[in-house]
T-cell receptor, first 111, second 111 residues
């Protein structure tokens, strides 16, 4: 079945450093979404990418969808302590009725 | 997201007890989901419903059952709780765009 791999599992950075998490699917995706879960909180939708090669930005966050629509990345420039949390990608492929979730990347930021 | 509510927020119960977790939404979405979150295992789908009459098993449905009482309500039951069902449970809703909106979660402990 369809699988979505997310790396790294954990990342510790110093405040001000950049951070990137990667998501790779075993099959072509119709779309990919990114969510953020703060410690003690619930996942919150960040963005959805649909088009091949799509790049979207939200302030310091840059999201990319690969040309083959099988991979995606989230890059945070100059991390802040407010960026702490777990970032999940989730994608739906082909005729699959449901999203397949990556295991998430937990980001810790040292002030 | 205040539009998706879950009750109870915390529950401690004993092995063998029947437990019901409830989810309500005011977003008007047809699609509703139940996830389970365990450390290091990400979000695993238990059941999902695309309509009041369309209920489907997810990847870990054994030991769980659901009821979609109305468009706005989706309940998860543990018929006979066991300790390895101790976890954080999330309800989510969504529309046709695949974007999902999560409730605050229910922390369940089975002793």
């Amino acid at each position: 079945g369809q699988q979505v791999m997310q790396i790294p599992q954990y990342q510790h950075v110093q405040e001000g450093e950049d951070f990137t998490t990667y998501c790779n699917s075993s099959t072509t995706l119709s779309n990919i979404q990114w969510y953020k879960q703060r410690p003690g909180g619930h996942p919150v939708f960040l963005i959805q990418l649909v088009k091949s090669g799509e790049v979207k930005k939200q302030k310091r966050l840059t999201f990319q969808f690969g040309e083959a629509k099988k991979n995606s990345s989230l890059h945070i420039t100059a991390t802040q302590t407010t960026d702490v949390g777990t970032y999940f990608c989730a994608g739906r492929g082909g005729n699959n009725r449901k999203l397949i979730w990556g295991l998430g990347t937990s980001l810790a930021v040292n002030p | 997201d205040a539009d998706v509510t879950q009750t109870p927020r915390n529950r401690i119960t004993k092995t063998g007890k029947r437990i019901m977790l409830e989810c309500s939404q005011t977003k008007g979405h047809d699609r509703m989901y139940w996830y389970r979150q365990d450390p290091g295992l990400g979000l695993r789908l238990i059941y999902y419903s695309f309509d009041v009459k369309d209920i489907n098993k997810g990847e870990i449905s054994d030991g769980y059952s659901v009821s979609r009482q109305a468009q706005a309500k989706f309940s998860l039951s543990l018929e006979s709780a066991i300790p390895n069902q101790t976890a954080l449970y999330f309800c989510a809703t969504g529309g046709l765009t695949d974007t999902q909106y999560f409730g605050p979660g229910t922390r369940l402990t089975v002793l």
